[in-house]
């Protein structure tokens, strides 16, 4: 049963009861004689119908608020976890970042640097190459052996996912020293800076991969200002150029498998890339010796430490320990930050080789050559954002 509350004044309050009771057969009279009144309206009874309708009038509420203070205990502490973002570790990481950048680029000068001076004087690109991958070999080994690195955990299954990155970075590896012996360091890197172009190919065409429109905008640009620069180079070679280009479509491949074999393995990037170094180091190895041999190398070592003195034997080794160390803070680089913020990198890595390539060698470039140079990168630049 329901009970309907009927409340006579504002000032009154009524309570809505819920009642279980049998339905009562005829109307019941109830008088409340003591029920207060107005002179504006009047209550006589209060009748109770089928089903029963019970109307009660209390007295107005009073709302009360009770308050209970009590005092802490001291003796215990509260205990309250808020967690906040870090500053500190946000500032660490920021900086941590900035010094992989700053010696990524360092690393890259002085490596490409050291690496013509010992190609004008040894122009014998497939041994120079062989030395800058047994030398980062031999190096992360004594690091595993010594236990200064941890040396990675690999099964069968993480070679083979390997080789094809192996092949594709052995091929890069030596067209770009083959391209450097050939022409300025400068024009290499100008040629190199068109790699994203490459990619995008390579991925439409053979992978069925899709861009956005400003993707394919920003490949003008790109192509556009290579092709200037190497019309306008005054010391071209069409080794040097095709060098590069392969160079590009090598590592184009060389990035492709390496998200393809990479997926799901826990190696870090430090000891990704020491393994790509030694398996491209056994794949080369054989051909270099095919291709050049140890007389034409005996012969040529002798000539250039004729010519050159004790500091040739400096040369090799820095070319061939600084190669190793930037590549490898290269990909402990791109374990701390995105893809995107990586191709920025990258581009600002091209231009610190080619200004300072450009001041060290005192290499001739015309405007125009300078224009195209930046027409390419700046097209490099618009490439990274747009791939987003």
Not at 334 to 363: A, C, E, W
């Amino acid at each position: 049963m329901f009970a309907t509350l009927r409340q006579p004044t504002q000032s009154h309050s009524l309570i809505t009861l819920s009642l279980q009771k049998p339905s009562i057969p005829k109307t019941e009279q109830l008088s409340f004689p003591n029920l207060p009144s107005s002179k504006h309206e009047e209550i006589s009874h209060l009748s109770v119908t089928k089903p029963l309708h019970v109307a009660s009038l209390l007295k107005p509420r009073k709302h009360l608020v009770e308050c209970n203070a009590y005092e802490a205990n001291r003796s215990q502490p509260l205990d309250i976890n808020i967690e906040l973002p870090s500053v500190k570790s946000e500032t660490a990481k920021r900086v941590k970042i900035g010094i992989y950048f700053a010696t990524w680029w360092a690393l890259n000068v002085v490596f490409n640097i050291y690496n013509k001076k010992v190609l004008n004087a040894f122009p014998y690109p497939w041994l120079t190459s062989t030395l800058s991958l047994a030398a980062g070999s031999l190096m992360m080994l004594i690091s595993w052996a010594s236990r200064v690195a941890h040396p990675p955990k690999t099964d069968l299954q993480f070679w083979k996912s390997l080789l094809p990155v192996a092949v594709a970075h052995t091929i890069g590896h030596v067209a770009a020293t083959v391209s450097m012996s050939k022409v300025a360091v400068s024009f290499t890197h100008i040629i190199k800076s068109g790699e994203p172009a490459f990619t995008v190919l390579v991925s439409r065409f053979l992978l069925g991969d899709t861009f956005p429109m400003p993707v394919y905008m920003s490949l003008i640009p790109i192509i556009g200002g290579c092709a200037l620069a190497a019309v306008t180079e005054l010391n071209f070679n069409m080794i040097g150029f095709m060098g590069a280009m392969i160079s590009n479509v090598a590592f184009v491949f060389r990035n492709i498998f390496s998200k393809k074999g990479m997926n799901g393995q826990s190696v870090s990037g430090m000891n990704y890339y020491a393994c790509l170094s030694m398996l491209s180091l056994l794949l080369l190895t054989p051909f270099a010796i095919a291709v050049e041999g140890p007389q034409v190398w005996a012969a040529g070592w002798q000539k250039a430490v004729s010519q050159i003195g004790p500091n040739f034997v400096w040369w090799v080794a820095a070319q061939s320990i600084f190669y190793h160390l930037y590549n490898q803070v290269s990909y402990m680089s791109l374990d701390q930050i995105s893809p995107l913020t990586f191709s920025v990198g990258n581009t600002m890595k091209r231009i610190s080789v080619i200004v300072s390539s450009i001041i060290i060698f005192h290499t001739p470039i015309q405007p125009v050559n300078a224009l195209g140079a930046a027409i390419a990168i700046l097209g490099t630049f618009i490439y990274s954002q747009a791939k987003v």
